[in-house]
């Protein structure tokens, strides 16, 4: 069966089509074409029209106009519709323009990039140029990093290498910053959160040398669709924008499904997610319909896959494929090839793929589960049906109260208009990190501002403490290592945790990388890693040597470990009383610590027992907000009142992408019984970030919406005790902190939905 014949068998399965709770149909789109621009290179002219490209799409010469007038400008325009020409057709003919010329692109992975420079090689050999292009990022050789600083004319590099290889040492990079006429950013949207906020102070730090070096270059941001991308781009750089959004590109028919699993039991509980998604995938693998599935997780991503594989004839298991971060870079371009030259017809990836890398022609699309923003879900979509082919993307709600309101009200992500993308540049943890990093690539003056306001008074604090050095009104950097080495964008360590297989003693072999803050619920002694279809038992972890240890095994179990987490509180900045509630926004310290860890049959998903965790705690200071209050008027057993605070707060949080429009895992909430740091009764929400960038600010401010989110789908779901589609369910994990027996924990747990209601409407009717 074709693409076309798949679709119609779908809709007309009954075991199928039952599930389909929303369709869409995005119509086929005519290009709109002009001529080409007659200012453009013969030469450039020539080449375009030997590769069949007579005419420009409309947005390709608006950004080629553009550039031509020196002017900053953004484009949006949808998933392969040619952003990449539009902005490298100007930059190759001010190259030619100008042989001494530099061009900087920044990529926010190390696989774009790479991906990027073997298209741009192309037009350099097509047009017989002798340009220097490299790629400069944390897996280039040292030889290769000495010619790159030496004779390039086209860096491609990311935030991170940008932020600790190229600016600490701008003075070897002299003859590039003389020179550099542009600067691109592609992929603007992954830029919020506090890798935005990182971002944009090394734009800052990048602002001075570039005033240092007397460049003035142009800027350009590539984005997918978000809300607000020309604040975005102003709050990134400190510059002004244009914006192209109308796109003159063609595209094919796309379908658009939401297939909600169905119930299988009496207590609300669905058919697990990615158990449909397997035998969706199945159709399409076994028809030869090139295929990618995204999932939340790397445990998620190898797990999918292995369920697949287990599904197929022989012949077809080695063409289905998992993706993710940790991968060793050979093995991760070596999946990127296979994919474009079609050896393999399926790939299981968490977010890593849903950027603009060339992974070839795919018919199909599958989100296990919404991907945590409308713009991930947007790319995730876009992978499919890249030209004017007809394809299918669909996603399959998984059994928590976001996707289940999102499977009832699917017209919400055909109508949103994307997120607006935050960040909090002035975070101060985040600003005065690099306050650090500027003063040690070039001194400050007194005088100098920074982000826009006077860094007099952070200077003197950082002399004060012997960091700085202030000598006739000037500060200098007076330590012996450079602070970037110590600061890292996405708040990860510098120093990830190997993964070493110690199967076989004659031949240890690194298979991948494990980050500081995943290391103590993916890497923990006895926990099950999962890379490739293969099943690893960690041995042994070496926090100090960030080494795990593993061996692999047959296994029908992996493991998921449960994170304890305790609060301290800061500082209360805002404070405001309404009725009987009392709502406080603040800093806390959270000190989180993985205790314990479950095992999880795989083909059940039944809990087959538990052990304990032995990692040392981790500290993140950041902001929160709360809602407490002193008490209800609602009959709550004294033991369970605690859980039943807990379940309210894990609603309100899987809402919340909804009104704080941010990722479910940007933040965190928990609920308190006398707790002794709040009223008796506490719901607290923080940023899962150090230092924080608003968004628990953003949710207290917008409680009376989130509430009534909250409080429509524990409603409209199909449960009577609670499951997770509303408020979630108890475990091991629930009974293990309550102070009831067990008894009296089986009696309350049928009216845990039931006062969990009551718990939000009271909050809801006190405000």
């Given at each position: 069966?074709?693409?076309a014949?798949?679709?119609?068998?779908?809709?007309?399965?009954?075991?199928?089509?039952?599930?389909?709770?929303?369709?869409?149909?995005?119509?086929?789109?005519?290009?709109?074409?002009?001529?080409?621009?007659?200012?453009?290179?013969?030469?450039?002219?020539?080449?375009?029209?030997?590769?069949?490209?007579?005419?420009?799409?409309?947005?390709q010469?608006?950004?080629?106009?553009?550039?031509?007038?020196?002017?900053?400008?953004?484009?949006?325009?949808?998933?392969?519709?040619g952003?990449?020409?539009?902005?490298l057709?100007?930059?190759?003919?001010?190259?030619?323009?100008?042989?001494?010329g530099?061009?900087?692109?920044?990529?926010?992975?190390?696989?774009?990039?790479?991906?990027?420079?073997?298209?741009?090689?192309?037009?350099?050999?097509?047009?017989?140029?002798?340009?220097?292009?490299?790629?400069?990022?944390?897996?280039?050789?040292?030889?290769?990093?000495?010619?790159?600083?030496?004779?390039?004319?086209?860096?491609?590099?990311?935030?991170?290498?940008?932020?600790?290889?190229?600016?600490?040492?701008?003075?070897?990079?002299?003859d590039?910053?003389?020179?550099l006429?542009?600067?691109?950013?592609?992929?603007?949207h992954?830029?919020?959160?506090?890798?935005?906020?990182?971002?944009?102070?090394?734009?800052?730090r990048?602002?001075?040398?570039?005033?240092?070096?007397?460049?003035?270059?142009?800027?350009?941001?590539?984005s997918?669709?978000?809300?607000?991308?020309?604040?975005?781009?102003?709050n990134?750089?400190?510059?002004?924008?244009?914006?192209?959004?109308?796109?003159?590109?063609?595209?094919?028919?796309?379908?658009?499904?939401?297939?909600?699993?169905?119930?299988?039991?009496?207590?609300?509980?669905?058919?697990?997610?990615?158990?449909?998604?397997?035998?969706?995938?199945?159709?399409?693998?076994?028809?030869?319909?090139?295929?990618?599935?995204?999932?939340?997780?790397?445990?998620?991503?190898?797990?999918?896959?292995n369920?697949?594989?287990?599904?197929?004839?022989?012949?077809?298991?080695?063409?289905v494929?998992?993706?993710?971060g940790?991968?060793?870079?050979?093995?991760?371009?070596?999946?990127?090839?296979?994919?474009?030259?079609?050896?393999?017809?399926?790939v299981?990836?968490?977010?890593?793929?849903?950027?603009?890398?060339d992974?070839?022609?795919?018919?199909?699309?599958?989100?296990?589960g919404?991907?945590?923003?409308?713009?991930?879900?947007?790319q995730?979509?876009?992978r499919?049906?890249?030209?004017?082919?007809?394809?299918?993307?669909?996603?399959?709600g998984?059994?928590?109260?976001?996707?289940?309101?999102?499977?009832?009200?699917?017209?919400?992500?055909?109508?949103?208009?994307?997120?607006?993308?935050?960040?909090?540049?002035?975070?101060?943890?985040?600003?005065?990190?690099?306050?650090?990093?500027?003063?040690?690539?070039?001194r400050?003056?007194?005088?100098?501002?920074?982000?826009?306001?006077?860094?007099?008074?952070?200077?003197?604090?950082?002399?004060?403490n012997?960091?700085?050095?202030?000598?006739?009104g000037?500060?200098?950097?007076?330590?012996?290592?450079?602070?970037?080495?110590?600061?890292?964008?996405?708040?990860?360590?510098?120093?990830?945790?190997?993964?070493?297989?110690?199967?076989?003693?004659?031949?240890?072999?690194v298979?991948?990388?494990?980050?500081?803050?995943?290391a103590?619920?993916?890497?923990?002694?006895?926990?099950?890693?999962?890379?490739?279809g293969?099943?690893?038992?960690?041995?042994?972890?070496?926090?100090?040597?960030?080494?795990?240890?593993?061996?692999?095994?047959?296994?029908?179990?992996?493991?998921?470990?449960?994170?304890?987490?305790?609060?301290?509180?800061?500082?209360?900045?805002?404070?405001?009383?309404?009725?009987?509630?009392t709502?406080?926004?603040?800093?806390?310290?959270?000190?989180?610590?993985?205790?314990?860890?479950?095992?999880?049959?795989?083909?059940?998903?039944?809990?087959?027992?538990?052990g304990?965790?032995?990692?040392?705690?981790?500290?993140?200071?950041?902001?929160?907000?709360?809602?407490?209050?002193?008490d209800?008027?609602?009959?709550?057993e004294?033991?369970?009142?605690?859980?039943?605070?807990?379940?309210?707060a894990?609603?309100?949080?899987?809402?919340?992408?909804?009104?704080?429009?941010?990722?479910?895992?940007?933040?965190?909430?928990?609920?308190?019984?006398?707790?002794?740091q709040?009223?008796?009764?506490?719901?607290?929400?923080?940023?899962?970030?150090?230092?924080?960038?608003?968004?628990?600010?953003?949710?207290?401010?917008?409680?009376?919406?989130?509430?009534?989110?909250?409080?429509?789908?524990?409603?409209?779901?199909?449960?009577?005790?609670?499951?997770?589609?509303?408020i979630?369910?108890?475990?091991?994990?629930?009974?293990e902190?309550?102070?009831?027996?067990?008894?009296?924990?089986?009696?309350?747990?049928?009216?845990?939905?039931?006062?969990t209601?009551?718990?939000?409407?009271?909050?809801?009717?006190?405000?």
């Amino acid at each position: 069966m074709n693409l076309a014949q798949i679709i119609n068998f779908l809709s007309q399965d009954e075991k199928f089509n039952q599930n389909i709770v929303f369709e869409h149909t995005i119509n086929s789109k005519e290009a709109l074409y002009v001529d080409f621009p007659d200012s453009l290179n013969n030469d450039i002219r020539t080449v375009l029209e030997n590769t069949g490209i007579k005419k420009l799409y409309s947005h390709q010469k608006e950004a080629f106009e553009y550039y031509q007038k020196k002017k900053n400008f953004v484009i949006t325009t949808p998933t392969a519709s040619g952003k990449t020409l539009s902005y490298l057709l100007p930059v190759i003919q001010d190259k030619i323009n100008d042989k001494y010329g530099k061009h900087l692109f920044i990529f926010p992975t190390k696989a774009l990039s790479r991906d990027q420079l073997s298209y741009y090689q192309k037009w350099k050999q097509i047009l017989n140029k002798d340009w220097n292009m490299n790629v400069f990022d944390g897996d280039t050789s040292p030889e290769e990093r000495r010619k790159s600083k030496k004779a390039s004319d086209f860096i491609l590099t990311n935030p991170d290498m940008l932020h600790s290889g190229i600016l600490p040492h701008h003075i070897t990079w002299k003859d590039f910053f003389n020179n550099l006429k542009t600067i691109v950013i592609d992929e603007m949207h992954i830029y919020m959160g506090i890798f935005g906020s990182h971002t944009a102070n090394v734009f800052r730090r990048l602002n001075r040398i570039l005033m240092h070096y007397k460049a003035n270059p142009v800027f350009i941001f590539s984005s997918a669709t978000i809300k607000n991308p020309l604040e975005l781009a102003s709050n990134l750089t400190e510059k002004e924008f244009s914006l192209i959004k109308n796109s003159g590109a063609a595209s094919g028919e796309k379908k658009i499904i939401f297939y909600n699993p169905p119930v299988i039991d009496a207590e609300g509980t669905r058919k697990s997610a990615y158990k449909a998604a397997c035998e969706i995938g199945e159709l399409f693998i076994k028809n030869n319909i090139p295929i990618i599935f995204f999932t939340r997780s790397r445990i998620r991503a190898e797990l999918l896959a292995n369920l697949l594989r287990e599904n197929l004839p022989k012949k077809l298991k080695k063409k289905v494929k998992s993706y993710r971060g940790g991968y060793l870079p050979l093995e991760r371009r070596q999946i990127e090839n296979d994919l474009r030259e079609k050896k393999i017809m399926a790939v299981v990836s968490t977010n890593a793929l849903e950027l603009g890398i060339d992974i070839g022609m795919l018919e199909a699309v599958v989100s296990v589960g919404y991907p945590g923003s409308f713009s991930s879900l947007i790319q995730q979509f876009g992978r499919a049906g890249r030209k004017t082919d007809p394809s299918v993307a669909m996603m399959i709600g998984k059994a928590n109260a976001l996707d289940q309101y999102l499977m009832k009200n699917g017209n919400f992500i055909i109508e949103h208009e994307g997120e607006d993308a935050v960040i909090n540049s002035n975070n101060l943890i985040v600003y005065m990190e690099h306050i650090k990093c500027a003063a040690y690539e070039m001194r400050f003056a007194e005088s100098d501002i920074f982000g826009g306001v006077s860094v007099k008074e952070y200077l003197d604090y950082l002399s004060d403490n012997d960091i700085l050095l202030k000598k006739e009104g000037y500060y200098f950097w007076m330590k012996d290592n450079y602070p970037s080495s110590n600061v890292s964008l996405r708040k990860a360590a510098q120093d990830n945790f190997l993964v070493v297989d110690i199967s076989k003693k004659t031949n240890e072999q690194v298979i991948g990388e494990v980050d500081y803050f995943s290391a103590p619920s993916l890497i923990h002694e006895e926990a099950v890693y999962l890379q490739q279809g293969k099943y690893y038992y960690v041995n042994s972890l070496d926090w100090e040597k960030r080494r795990a240890e593993v061996s692999e095994i047959n296994s029908d179990y992996y493991t998921d470990a449960h994170i304890k987490t305790n609060i301290k509180i800061l500082s209360k900045d805002e404070i405001k009383k309404e009725n009987k509630i009392t709502c406080v926004w603040g800093e806390i310290t959270v000190i989180s610590k993985a205790h314990l860890y479950k095992k999880i049959k795989i083909s059940t998903n039944e809990n087959l027992g538990w052990g304990k965790i032995h990692t040392p705690e981790i500290e993140m200071h950041t902001q929160a907000a709360w809602l407490e209050f002193q008490d209800i008027n609602i009959e709550i057993e004294k033991e369970i009142r605690g859980s039943v605070l807990t379940r309210a707060a894990y609603l309100i949080k899987q809402m919340a992408p909804l009104v704080a429009l941010c990722d479910v895992r940007d933040i965190s909430s928990l609920g308190f019984y006398l707790n002794d740091q709040f009223m008796p009764y506490s719901i607290l929400f923080f940023d899962h970030y150090p230092g924080g960038v608003g968004l628990s600010y953003k949710m207290i401010t917008n409680i009376e919406a989130l509430l009534d989110l909250s409080i429509e789908s524990a409603l409209n779901c199909v449960c009577e005790a609670g499951c997770p589609s509303c408020i979630g369910v108890w475990d091991i994990f629930d009974i293990e902190n309550s102070s009831s027996p067990n008894n009296i924990i089986d009696e309350n747990i049928f009216a845990m939905k039931k006062k969990t209601l009551q718990i939000l409407q009271f909050i809801r009717n006190s405000l």
